[in-house]
């Protein structure tokens, strides 16, 4: 008989909701997790520490930059919140020449979902059709109707604070009462609809809570507190993160048990019974090997960690790849394309100001080629931004010094706006991880090779997303506004997604409409490797709703004896 | 997994949570590989400290609130040259000081602390003006000081937790620029 129920690879954003749904259904539930522990509080050792506590002043210190040239690279790496990055020299990877590929990745319980920035929106029809209208990639094979529901379920248990606006193109969902628009957003909207009435500014919508539920208050959770400093760890629960929801609600079950510090290295697979039998796994600290078994396995260990392993799962039956008859497991890999948009000024407004630090901004849902392909590009992007008063920060760019200086900078910076986009980038077969022959990481597994770069569409997607930028901004009422276009680098966008994408099909697609292996039945891989495409909204909460999903339909067939 | 702690942090417990200041250096753009800060580089700094110190309370002086003597900030600057800079940026920016003497001298007085003050405001105002390295340098590294320190959350408004966010405040109910903008 197997060990579990259930292993589940991987304590983040997807394997957190995996953990929960099985515990609470009474499966006995084994989560792994490669990377240390981390208790909610106790190990936020970076919250409530004011600037002048931290030897750099709370920065990014040279000698931090060169232990960490990867991680470095993300906006939000700091003295405070550096400790839910991963180590650069933990976690090696290669990438092909001429390439570029900066892996994000968090190496604790919690994984990313500790340092995520919470923006939630969800997928429309549109986004699961858009394979099969322009060609590009194979269909998905659920529509929005099928997650809906899963939408609603998971949206309700994490709590996202939002708007309902109406838009078929980003469906409303369960939402806590919508953080504010500040007076400098309300009349940059509204002078933008008099312009382009089907570019709408709505406020973000984020994991935070701004109503907590009985259901949220019984977990230990509470109210935002408006710090904006929640990437060091939140003791209010206010953010959704595994650490701070799904977790503690597997945990009270008593039918989870997390093992931290192990890494699965590769899924056993049994050709007598064609079904994976469990899970084999290094210790980092003791380095000692074993193997776990179980009925079902859920992969969560985010995207190219997933792919890692599926990839390093080689058998007879699968010399390629782990159910990988297909031959996709590893390609059509993609990310978000952004540092694109616009900035500009906004003249007056300066008896106006605000107070509290919203830890989250404003969103322009994607407006082109809702309907059909009316751009000399494919799919489409959406904005994200705010209005803001700069302080010291910038001020002190001033000329002067003495007292009239330090007095200047007593007042806050005139208005500010600014909106960045973030595009839509197609799946492509030669996007694609595999393993290096030879190089391997501290433990011994193999290290990922990736090899993906941005295409034409994203090229052309982006010369349109810095001029809409512009043109939005000016109607807003903005004056010198300045569209930018940056280099920017594929991984940056942190939303890697694809490598063993759904579909209907087992010769081209590796996993079915449940995120279930079409070769191995009992292997379900419900993070970002299941995504067939990847729209150009924040993918988290859809790989929340696709793993409760899927979680659920193995249940079932678990309690029907077919699984 | 380990036990939680209490299920509802109150805002007082949070705020319990801050620690006193320990002063430090920052980073800024010029900082490459960490080094220890050595007595011997100490000394090495002592003779330009003076000056440093009298320039950084010039910059952002004391007023009603605490000036960069009052905040520390000559010691964060001491920090920030004798332990981030390499030896190479130190050399640099003892080298780049003399202007301030070389300044004075030409103005009759024998070192810029030995003139008197219309003449070092005369001075730092033609600095300003020209945009010279190490004076951009020093006062982005005064500022840089001065408002990361515990003495500026009396210069500004600080809130470590405002519990709930206005978009639609009056300025003058707040009456300064914040101090912290988050991450
Ligand atoms: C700064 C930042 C901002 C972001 N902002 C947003 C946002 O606003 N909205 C949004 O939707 N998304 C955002 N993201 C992305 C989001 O964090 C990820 O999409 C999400 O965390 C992915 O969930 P996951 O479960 O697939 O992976 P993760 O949350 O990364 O968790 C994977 C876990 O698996 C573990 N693991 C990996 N390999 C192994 C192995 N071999 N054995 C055992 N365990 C393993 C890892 O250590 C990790 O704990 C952001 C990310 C970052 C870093």
């Known amino acids: ?563 | 997994m380990k036990q939680q702690k209490s299920a509802h942090p109150s805002r007082r417990d949070a705020i319990k949570g801050l620690f006193l200041a320990t002063g430090g250096a920052a980073s800024l753009p010029l900082m490459s590989a960490l080094s220890a800060c050595t007595p011997e580089i100490k000394q090495e700094l002592s003779p330009y400290m003076e000056l440093v110190s009298h320039v950084s309370e010039m910059i952002l002086p004391q007023t009603d609130t605490p000036g960069a003597l009052a905040a520390g900030v000559p010691a964060y600057i001491e920090a920030l040259v004798g332990t981030h800079y390499t030896q190479d940026e130190r050399e640099a920016f003892k080298t780049g000081l003399s202007v301030f003497d070389e300044m004075a001298h030409a103005k009759s007085a024998k070192s810029f602390l030995a003139a008197p003050h219309e003449v070092q405001t005369t001075i730092l105002t033609a600095l300003d003006q020209s945009g010279v390295a190490i004076w951009q340098q020093l006062k982005q590294a005064v500022v840089f000081g001065y408002y990361t320190s515990e003495a500026a959350t009396e210069e500004l408004r600080y809130d470590p937790i405002p519990g709930g966010y206005d978009g639609d405040a009056d300025l003058s109910d707040i009456g300064r620029a914040w101090l912290t903008t988050g991450i």
Not at chain 1, 137 to 157: H, M, N, Q, S, T
Not at chain 1, 326 to 353: C, E, F, N, Q, T
């Open chain 1, 1 to 563: 008989m197997a060990d579990f129920d259930v292993i589940i690879v991987g304590s983040g954003m997807s394997g957190g909701w995996a953990a929960k749904e099985f515990a609470e259904k009474g499966l006995k539930t084994l989560v792994l997790e490669r990377g240390r522990d981390v208790e909610k509080g106790a190990d936020y050792v970076g919250e409530n520490t004011a600037p002048w506590d931290w030897p750099a002043r709370d920065t990014s210190t040279a000698q931090m930059k060169a232990d960490n040239p990867v991680q470095s690279q993300c906006y939000a790496f700091r003295e405070s919140t550096q400790n839910f990055f991963a180590k650069d020299r933990d976690n090696p990877y290669s990438v092909e020449e001429g390439t570029s590929f900066s892996f994000i990745r968090g190496d604790q319980v919690g994984g990313r979902s500790l340092l995520w920035a919470r923006q939630s929106y969800r997928w429309s029809e549109m986004d699961f059709q858009s394979n099969k209208r322009d060609g590009h990639g194979v269909d998905w094979p659920i529509r929005y109707k099928d997650l809906a529901p899963w939408y609603d379920y998971v949206e309700e248990f994490v709590g996202i604070s939002g708007s309902k606006e109406g838009l078929p193109q980003l469906p409303d969902g369960k939402f806590q009462p919508p953080m504010e628009l500040n007076a400098v957003e309300k009349k940059v909207r509204d002078a933008i609809a008099q312009t382009y009435p089907d570019r709408r500014l709505i406020i973000g919508r984020a994991a935070h809570l701004t109503e907590p539920t009985e259901q949220q208050l019984a977990l230990g959770r509470g109210s935002c507190q408006f710090r904006n400093q929640c990437q060091r760890g939140c003791s209010f629960g206010a953010y959704f993160s595994s650490v701070a929801a799904t977790l503690p609600a597997a945990k009270r079950t008593n039918n989870m048990q997390l093992v931290p510090d192990t890494q699965v290295e590769r899924i056993v697979y049994d050709p007598a019974t064609k079904r994976a039998t469990g899970v084999e796994t290094i210790n980092r600290k003791t380095g000692t090997r074993e193997t776990y078994t179980a009925r079902v396995i859920f992969m969560c260990a985010s995207t190219l960690g997933t792919l890692q392993i599926m990839l390093n799962s080689t058998s007879e039956t699968f010399p390629t790849g782990f159910a990988n008859t297909s031959d996709a497991l590893g390609r059509y890999i993609m990310d978000h394309h952004h540092r694109v948009g616009a900035r500009g000024k906004y003249p007056g407004m300066l008896d106006k100001y605000f107070s509290g630090r919203r830890p989250s901004g404003i969103y322009v849902p994607r407006f082109r080629n809702l309907e059909s392909d009316e751009q000399d590009f494919s799919r489409g992007y959406g904005f994200q931004g705010g209005a803001n008063r700069p302080s010291w920060q910038s001020t002190c760019q001033q000329d002067g010094f003495g007292a009239d200086y330090k007095n200047a900078m007593r007042e806050p910076g005139g208005w500010e706006v600014y909106l960045q986009g973030f595009g839509e980038m197609l799946p492509v077969a030669d996007n694609r991880v595999t393993l290096h022959p030879t190089k391997t990481d501290p433990y011994g597994m193999a290290q990922l090779h990736i090899n993906v770069r941005f295409g034409e569409n994203e090229r052309k997607m982006r010369l349109d997303m810095a001029q809409t930028a512009k043109e939005t901004l000016e109607a807003g009422g903005c004056i010198d506004v300045e569209a930018y276009n940056r280099d920017t680098i594929v991984g940056l966008g942190i939303h890697e997604m694809g490598g063993a994408r759904m579909g209907r099909d087992p010769l081209t697609s590796v996993l079915n409409a449940h995120n279930q292996c079409h070769d191995v039945e009992n292997v379900f891989v419900t993070d970002g490797a299941s995504m067939t495409s990847s729209a150009c909204q924040n993918p988290s909460i859809t790989y929340m709703a696709l793993t409760a999903r899927a979680a659920d339909y193995a249940v079932t067939q678990m309690q029907q004896g077919k699984l």
